[in-house]
């Protein structure tokens, strides 16, 4: 029975209904990994401990996981399993589950291991790794995407119902786009950040991959909270997933500002999820993208690099063999900006974060394409920097502007690749965000967006009761 | 008649509804100002001007400042006078006000000239300037207190109604206590620093010195808004001085971490103001200001300094001759440090920031004297930069902690000199640390903080049409 199975929430808590066993699903699903024959994906298998654990679950009792197998991204902490961030030089054994891990074992959850990554998350590609790179799920001549690769294509391969990714630049997005999943950015702050080996510390959040939205949202209202020990996390509104409002103004980039590097297919497939939101009822408002443009430039041409220097600490000047060569190249000029540069970086973020609050001005959400086109493995071997840079076109620029933001399958292109929606929304409207992604990922055409999610379809998020639920706001 | 007239608002309009004419109050203004035959208060005077302005007033009209003579710091634009921030070499002549000048102009107030400072705002006792120093209106021996001496002098010598001041590190909170008079630090970002050279430029406000409580929230509220030119303007509510709620909660550094440097007058003065605000009803909690400490080194031993390395340009390099020696001595460490040092003092203030709001969690009040000590000009011939240092002790930690705050003055200390409390709240708490300070200017002993202001006695902040109302916290 568990071949069959499907490894979303919905399918394992019926066969549990039915007297499934976890311990089935735990060696199902590592059956399925062997079959699959991938050695990129995982950096560290914990088949005994995850089977031990499955064993000894015990009854539900509530828990709302219970049973439910994931992957964890190997640059937070799981106790007792080894992270390296994809950089065998930094492996350390952890003592201590990340708060997430944390939660999502009280909940029930099972962990079946690490996943690989582009080393210490710098990088979009997947492949910036010194262990096998994971193949892409859909087609294997692309790149997996990344940085979170293992965990994308975990639940893409239907390894895990879920998986634990990050997102600093867009981590939790394009590798997404480039599986056909669902890839939830939460605002920053709104999972705690503790137990996980920073990037951009002022950027870093953790992120979700799941099957659907309705999943991923259940999934990230039982895991956000405010964590007192993280200094980045903030107490933020308790959100439901609610109907949207009758009418709601989406901005999309205007033709002249949309960029997809001669990837015509992917202009097209993203004007008529476009169409569908306008169909649906959306009103849709085109923006000059060029003010976001500037943001995310900012992010690896300014002193935000330093910050990634920052994170690998001594490394780059004392053992830079030991970091991946691509790798190495990109953090090195992260030594030389200055103080000064720093914030005059900082001071012209604040100036371009007022353009882009103004052009947002009056509108609910912005949507663009995840990606602007797709990367090849021979594309990224013959130019390890270039086509990686233009990945994060649409995702750069979202946490420097503190926005929050779900990545949406839109069906595929002619050609076969998957087509991805990102929808972004301000800091603390996740729910929001998730709420239009669902009705993009329901098809949207017959439906408005006023009709939103069917309450009886989603689990409402009931944030952990610890949380502390403060209005936040402008 | 107005030879024995005090320059309050109160008084003015009083004056003024008795048939008085601006351009009266504006020559006894500088008459009063040539019998003080004190050089160092202005660094321009506007007489002319001045005069020319209030003789084209014309009818009130509403304005409520009609007539209402100020000063600006000169830091701050004022069109058509020349800004020097006290550097000689930075001169250049403002074609533009200021945003928060423009809205005084708009409301009727005429400004009498350009105040004198610590060169590019960095000090806190008001002789680091290359021109006179403005002597101290309480005590010729003390510093006039800094950086924003000539503003705060201006106002406690009666020349003025009320003076602009900037307040980056305790340049607004500082010299009002020195000089025995109101100021109010408002929360970043309240009011527009459009027009005002940059300290650090992201922890910089302008700042209001008045005769009273009352009268320094008045003006607060005439002229807070939000600027969508200011990148570090923020949308914060609108705010009305309003009662305490009947139990307030103040929190005041404990003994072991109360600093007064060896005055002992300060420490007993202090104690008998917070007496006086348990007896008149307020729940007292002592708490240590270990963190809040740790914060205030941030600013001048960390990258911090950098920023003012960045608002000064390329005179720290290029020119060095043209700044004040102490400033030089100050600024020079500020090219020193890397963007991996920025960032890491950035990851370490937010870390206080956490360990701060935990100290304040269910804490309405924080509670400190404004300078743990005085300081005389003789100390600081001797030593330019200790005693200076002292004076921001409980000042430094404010801006980088998102608080605002405002300094009301005690009465005197058995020797005289003038006893201040500074009243700190969170961000967006303006009205809150007003009520509260008002409240301890009216003697505080007899009624209960909860009794708060009386309504008939405050102009109750009408904040500019323009404003755009909305609630934020947390």
Redesign the interface.
């Known amino acids: 029975m568990p071949r069959d199975l499907t490894f979303t929430l919905d399918a394992l808590r019926a066969a549990y209904a039915g007297g499934l066993r976890p311990e089935a699903v735990v060696e199902e699903a590592f059956a399925r990994l062997d079959a699959l024959n991938d050695p990129g994906i995982f950096l560290h298998q914990a088949r005994a401990v995850a089977l031990a654990e499955a064993r000894a679950l015990g009854s539900p009792d509530g828990r709302p996981l219970w049973g439910i197998p994931y992957a964890v991204k190997d640059n937070i902490d799981v106790a007792g399993m080894p992270t390296t961030a994809a950089c065998p030089g930094f492996v350390h054994v952890a003592g201590a589950d990340a708060f997430v891990v944390a939660r999502l074992r009280a909940l029930g959850a099972i962990c079946l291991g690490k996943t690989n990554l582009d080393q210490f998350a710098t990088g979009l590609v997947g492949v910036r790794t010194p262990y096998p790179v994971p193949r892409n799920a859909v087609d294997p001549a692309l790149v997996p995407g990344g940085s979170s690769s293992g965990s994308a294509v975990a639940v893409a391969r239907g390894l895990v119902a879920f998986s634990l990714g990050t997102d600093t630049a867009g981590s939790g997005r394009v590798p997404a786009a480039f599986n056909d999943i669902v890839g939830l950015k939460p605002s920053l702050g709104a999972l705690s950040s503790a137990g996980m080996v920073p990037a951009c ?2 950027l870093d959040t953790v992120s979700l991959f799941a099957h659907s939205v309705a999943e991923a949202w259940e999934l990230f209202a039982l895991t956000a909270g405010f964590d ?1 020990a993280d ?2 996390s ?2 933020l509104p308790r959100q439901q997933l609610a109907p949207l409002p009758p009418s709601v103004t989406v901005a999309v980039p205007d033709e002249a500002s949309l960029r997809t590097f001669g990837d015509t297919a992917q202009a097209s497939h993203f004007r008529a999820t476009v169409e569908r939101l306008r169909h649906g009822g959306a009103s849709v408002r085109e923006i000059d993208l060029a003010p976001f443009y500037a943001v995310a430039e900012l992010l690896y041409t300014g ?1 935000w ?3 990634r ?2 994170a690998v600490g001594a490394r780059l000047t004392e053992a830079p063999e030991t970091l991946h060569e691509t790798t190495r190249v990109i953090l090195a000029p ?2 030389k ?8 970086g ?2 012209r973020l ?2 371009l ?2 353009a882009c609050a ?1 052009a947002l001005d009056g509108i609910d959400f912005l949507c663009v394409p995840t990606i602007p086109c797709f990367v090849t493995l021979e594309e990224v071997a013959a130019d390890p920097f270039e086509p990686n840079s233009r990945l994060g076109t649409y995702t750069n620029f979202v946490n420097l502007l503190d926005m929050c933001g779900i990545t949406v399958p839109t069906g595929p292109r002619p050609d076969g690749r998957p087509g991805s929606l990102t929808v972004l929304a301000r800091k603390g409207e996740d729910s929001r965000a998730a709420a239009l992604a669902l009705w993009v990922e329901r098809g949207g055409a017959a439906a408005s967006p006023a009709d939103g999610p069917a309450d009886s379809e989603i689990a409402d998020g009931e944030i952990a009761e610890d949380e502390i639920g ?5």
């Open positions: 510390r002022t007192a200094p980045w903030r107490p002193p690099v330093a910050e220097v920052a992260g030594l900006f200055s103080a000064v540069d720093t914030f005059k900082l001071y604040e100036e974060r007022r103004l403060i209005a936040v706001c402008g």
